[in-house]
């Protein structure tokens, strides 16, 4: 039985008995009373703790102490006694025992759901690529599942279409988006020889290519690899309170025994009040608390982290975080906007940007569209009359533009066109800050030019200046070239660079850092996968794919950078509130068991089962309080 059904089954039983707790005082009582309460905790003691019981058996077998071990002892103890009370018309505590169950069930439900959500991650990979393929056998095209691709296939690839396995181009010239998988934010221009990515998007432009790796031996098929791999390789974190355990419960074991020899054998009482002192002992370390500590500050936590925008997904987030001291970032759509962008208009504008419009207004280069959009935010209009359009290989186009001869293109038009040496100047200085520079000219010689990159975002320089404030080191690491990731480092302050980074290779220097540092990892692409789960704490940005989010520990719903900043706050207060909520669940429990022990007896201080049951309530009550106080805790926002 899983989690979720031991849960409901436990809250359902259980809930009668502190329905009885709240109005007892109201002189409310459960009819049939403690056989009532009886029957009810026997249920859950039969399907809900039973799992409880095994694992602190387990555990005992192999001289270890955890959670389970805790949860077990203190709740079958109290149950036990229970059952000898209620023949014996003494106190009973069956609502003691149920309530320990359901509390720390609650705490299991949410760690279960956080962990399914996290394992959608390489299924959603998978979905990626494409599911068909159109191959070309014997000269003729037919449409075949991708499965049925094999080595050597003559594939064909239209406008729009995903590129099915990897391979190199035979025939035809395109433009391939290849951000989602490399990194690389402008898109690539290929041609024959070239090699293409399964999965990757062709922008325009029909061309065929040769199958060279199928299955599992694609990039993507790697990259889901890596995930898998990433994902297995993250020991379970044992929790404080497992560490805690290991030292508590045999002491509190060790205290209980003596409790009883000790009153028995030693001071004379009877065999019934040295049983209820040692019980006490017991019921006063019952980790209620223990069990409200975690899950009411995660709770809490991820809910004021929630309407500020940063999801966080599980409680080892939180513990790694506290000592995260190097922050890596991707560049692309994580920096900066990921996508081009024109910067720089040299010459006339309107007049510089009108021919460009007029000329790629049909493209579907994302360089055209960067352009067509500049203009539209110019307000210019494209009325022009265009004829005698002529693409040169290569290079750019040609065509007459109102009557002119006009031309837009890349450097390589210069060996064709004339250029001013101020000009020539200019497009210098743009490339050396790794801009793409477009040649707009009229008749036979460069008017103007329009430089276009992608740029960063508006709050990158903020978010980056922000952590280097809080001590932290930030790096950046691209599948992008060196001068283009130098040019964008240098533009927001990051501290180190490293470029030319192949996806596969994104979680090995992850890893590298990790040898000396606890590394935080922010993306938002699939390239990026592999990496946020190799990382101790995964910050995936909200606009990201569904992979990289699901890979991510942290979400960054508003997909801004200074929220990193914010996030990696958050997350340290949450955890820290969750240490105070142990300590609280111990202070009570440790402090109390002299007292339940009857060390002051003779000073007619004593504490009763029932008293215990109710110190171990008060503890509770403390926990659940400090959790709510995260609620109005300061948390410094980054400008």
């Not at 508590?248 to 000790?262: D, E, Q, S, Y």
């Not at 709770?299 to 309407?307: D, E, L, N």
Request: aromatic share 6%; charged share 15%.
């Amino acid at each position: 039985m899983n989690v979720t059904r031991r849960f409901i089954i436990s809250l359902i039983f259980a809930l009668p008995m502190l329905i009885e707790m709240v109005l007892k005082p109201f002189g409310w009582m459960l009819p049939g009373q403690n056989w009532t309460m009886f029957v009810l905790t026997t249920v859950i003691m039969l399907v809900a703790a039973r799992p409880f019981l095994q694992s602190a058996w387990a555990s005992f077998k192999k001289h270890h102490a955890n959670m389970d071990t805790l949860v077990a002892i203190g709740t079958f103890t109290a149950y036990l006694y229970s059952i000898y009370a209620l023949f014996t018309k003494q106190p009973v505590f069956f609502e003691s025992a149920a309530l320990v169950i359901t509390f720390v069930l609650l705490g299991q439900v949410f760690e279960e759901r956080m962990r399914k959500n996290a394992s959608n991650a390489v299924e959603k990979l998978l979905n990626l690529q494409a599911k068909e393929a159109e191959v070309i056998r014997n000269g003729t095209s037919q449409l075949i599942p991708i499965e049925q691709v094999v080595i050597g296939d003559i594939i064909r690839v239209k406008p729009g279409q995903k590129v099915a396995v990897d391979g190199v181009i035979t025939e035809g010239t395109s433009t391939i988006d290849e951000s989602m998988v490399t990194g690389e934010s402008m898109p690539v221009e290929k041609q024959v020889g070239d090699p293409v990515i399964g999965a990757t998007i062709n922008s325009n432009g029909t061309f065929l290519f040769k199958a060279q790796k199928i299955g599992n031996e694609t990039m993507l098929a790697q990259i889901v690899d890596l995930v898998k791999k990433a994902q297995t390789s993250h020991a379970p974190i044992q929790k404080l309170t497992d560490k805690v355990s290991d030292i508590f419960v045999p002491i509190v074991l060790i205290i209980a025994l003596a409790t009883l020899l000790c009153w028995y054998v030693f001071l004379g009482a009877s065999l019934a009040t040295a049983l209820i002192f040692a019980v006490s002992v017991v019921v006063i370390a019952c980790p209620c608390a223990l069990g409200l500590a975690t899950p009411t500050a995660l709770m809490v936590g991820t809910g004021r982290s929630a309407k500020r925008g940063v999801l966080i997904k599980n409680g080892e987030v939180l513990e790694a975080v506290n000592h995260v001291d190097t922050v890596i970032f991707d560049k692309t759509g994580t920096i900066t906007v990921g996508k081009p962008t024109v910067t720089d208009v040299v010459g006339d504008m309107k007049q510089v940007l009108g021919v460009a419009m007029a000329l790629e207004a049909n493209s579907e280069h994302p360089l055209a569209a960067a352009i067509m959009q500049k203009g539209q935010a110019s307000h210019l209009t494209n009325n022009a009359q265009v004829n005698t359009f002529k693409a040169i290989e290569g290079k750019g186009v040609t065509a007459f533009v109102d009557g002119q001869a006009a031309f837009v293109g890349n450097i390589k038009l210069l060996a064709d066109y004339t250029i001013s040496e101020e000009l020539r100047d200019t497009m210098m200085t743009l490339q050396n800050d790794a801009k793409t520079v477009v040649l707009v000219g009229i008749k036979q010689a460069v008017i103007g030019l329009i430089a276009i990159q992608d740029i960063p975002k508006e709050t990158s320089k903020a978010a980056i200046s922000a952590l280097k404030g809080r001590g932290l080191q930030t790096v950046m690491l691209t599948g992008d070239n060196q001068r283009v990731a130098a040019a964008i480092a240098k533009a927001v302050g990051i501290d180190q660079v490293i470029a030319d980074v192949l996806p596969e290779d994104k979680a090995n220097k992850v890893t590298e850092f990790q040898q000396q540092h606890t590394v935080a990892f922010v993306g938002d692409g699939i390239n990026d996968a592999p990496a946020l789960t190799t990382a101790d704490v995964g910050i995936a940005m909200g606009s990201g794919t569904d992979i990289a989010i699901d890979a991510g520990g942290i979400i960054l719903v508003k997909n801004d950078l200074r929220d990193v900043a914010l996030a990696l706050d958050l997350s340290k207060k949450t955890f820290n509130r969750i240490k105070q909520n142990l300590f609280w669940a111990f202070i009570y429990n440790v402090l109390g068991i002299p007292v339940a022990a009857g060390a002051f007896y003779s000073m007619g201080i004593i504490l009763s089962p029932e008293l215990a049951g109710l110190a171990m309530a008060f503890s509770s009550l403390s926990v659940v309080i400090s959790s709510l106080l995260l609620n109005v805790q300061r948390i410094k926002t980054v400008q």
